[in-house]
């Protein structure tokens, strides 16, 4: 039969409450449509009729009503047997003290990990489940935040407000833009996870930002004042006098500000010596010479 409790969940009439609880899970999770979101409405109608049989198989007294043909399969009394169903109905809710759930929380809960409650109309509800999203920001968008567009899968978009600061990898969540939920229940989440795009001069470490600078021989020796780009545009830096390559300094406050924070991380710039392409006869000659009066030994070993 089309309408028979037992062939919907595909189980004997002799089955135990198990073998029935058993068929209804993987039917769930087979037919759920927030599971199985682009299967159309052909399976969600699926799994309405198996919950509907769920209902009536999973309550011994429905159970007992529906095996002696005084409801049909959709729990509605017959009309031959209206007053016998009627009346053992009220029965067993005076016994039972009120409307039980006879397991779909539970199912419920297993499926969607604890987002399943039983509803005061006799059914269920199910919040909807989270939707997962990746975001390619650039570099500069994450330091300084940033508006993005957002399509989601149903085709509507909304403008997502990417926060100041928000770091590689974070996840942001927009609360009730996820799966709707079943049974009248909120919808889930959307959840955007950021991806930031390498930039060609900037590194992040925390909240500051790391760079590098060349600069000539002759800076490095005698000291010197040169500009140099931050992620607000490029300041003055001020080279010692005798800097050694690899050397950090630091630009106060030119780093990112994250969390709400009251400062700003720093830019640490690293120090490149670099050597004219061509080293001339004069710039020999003078280290030759130098070298000959000053022994000097960085600690090479």
């Given at each position: 039969?089309?309408?028979?409790?037992?062939?919907?969940?595909?189980v004997?009439?002799g089955a135990?409450e198990?073998d029935?609880?058993?068929?209804?899970?993987?039917?769930?999770?087979?037919?759920?449509?927030?599971?199985?979101p682009?299967?159309?409405t052909s399976?969600?109608?699926r799994?309405?009729?198996?919950?509907?049989?769920?209902?009536?198989l999973?309550?011994?007294?429905k159970?007992?009503?529906?095996?002696?043909?005084?409801?049909?399969a959709r729990?509605?009394?017959?009309?031959?047997?209206?007053?016998?169903?009627?009346?053992?109905?009220?029965?067993g809710?005076?016994?039972?003290?009120g409307?039980e759930?006879?397991?779909?929380a539970?199912?419920?809960?297993?499926?969607f990990?604890g987002?399943?409650?039983?509803?005061?109309?006799?059914?269920?509800?199910?919040r909807?489940?989270?939707?997962r999203?990746t975001?390619?920001v650039?570099?500069?968008?994450?330091?300084r935040g940033?508006t993005?567009?957002?399509t989601?899968p149903?085709g509507?978009?909304?403008d997502?407000?990417?926060?100041?600061?928000?770091?590689?990898?974070?996840?942001?969540?927009?609360k009730?833009k996820g799966?709707?939920g079943?049974?009248?229940?909120?919808?889930?989440?959307?959840l955007?996870?950021i991806?930031?795009?390498?930039?060609?001069?900037f590194?992040?470490e925390?909240?500051d930002i790391?760079?590098?600078?060349?600069i000539?021989?002759d800076?490095a020796?005698?000291?010197a004042?040169v500009?140099?780009?931050?992620?607000?545009?490029?300041?003055?830096?001020t080279?010692?006098?005798?800097?050694?390559?690899g050397?950090?300094?630091?630009?106060k406050?030119k780093?990112v500000?994250s969390?709400?924070?009251a400062?700003?991380?720093?830019q640490?710039?690293?120090v490149r010596i670099?050597?004219?392409?061509v080293v001339?006869?004069s710039?020999?000659?003078?280290?030759s010479t130098w070298?000959?009066k000053?022994?000097?030994?960085p600690g090479?070993?």
């Open positions: 039969m089309a309408d028979d409790p037992y062939a919907t969940l595909g004997p009439k135990s198990d029935i609880r058993r068929a209804f899970r993987k039917l769930a999770k087979e037919l759920h449509p927030d599971l199985n682009k299967n159309g399976t969600e109608e799994f309405k009729k198996v919950s509907s049989a769920y209902q009536i999973s309550d011994p007294e159970r007992r009503a529906f095996d002696r043909g005084e409801i049909d729990g509605e009394p017959r009309r031959d047997a209206f007053r016998n169903y009627a009346r053992g109905a009220r029965a809710a005076g016994a039972a003290g409307y759930d006879h397991g779909f539970d199912i419920f809960s297993e499926i990990g987002r399943a409650q039983g509803s005061a109309r006799g059914g269920f509800t199910v909807g489940g989270d939707v999203y975001l390619d650039d570099f500069i968008e994450a330091v940033a993005k567009r957002v989601l149903g509507s978009a909304l997502l407000a990417v926060p100041a600061g928000v770091a590689d990898n974070q996840v942001l969540r927009l009730g799966a709707r079943l049974g009248g229940a909120e919808a889930g989440d959307a955007v996870e991806r930031i795009r390498p930039h060609p001069q590194k992040r925390e909240d790391l760079s590098e600078i060349p000539t021989i800076e020796v005698l000291g004042k500009e140099v780009a931050t992620i607000d545009g490029r300041v003055q830096l080279i010692p006098k005798g800097t050694s390559s050397r950090v300094l630091r630009l406050g780093g500000k969390g709400g924070k400062e700003a991380g720093d640490l710039v690293t670099v050597l004219p392409d001339d006869d710039l020999a000659y003078f280290f070298r000959q000053n022994r000097y030994d090479r070993k």
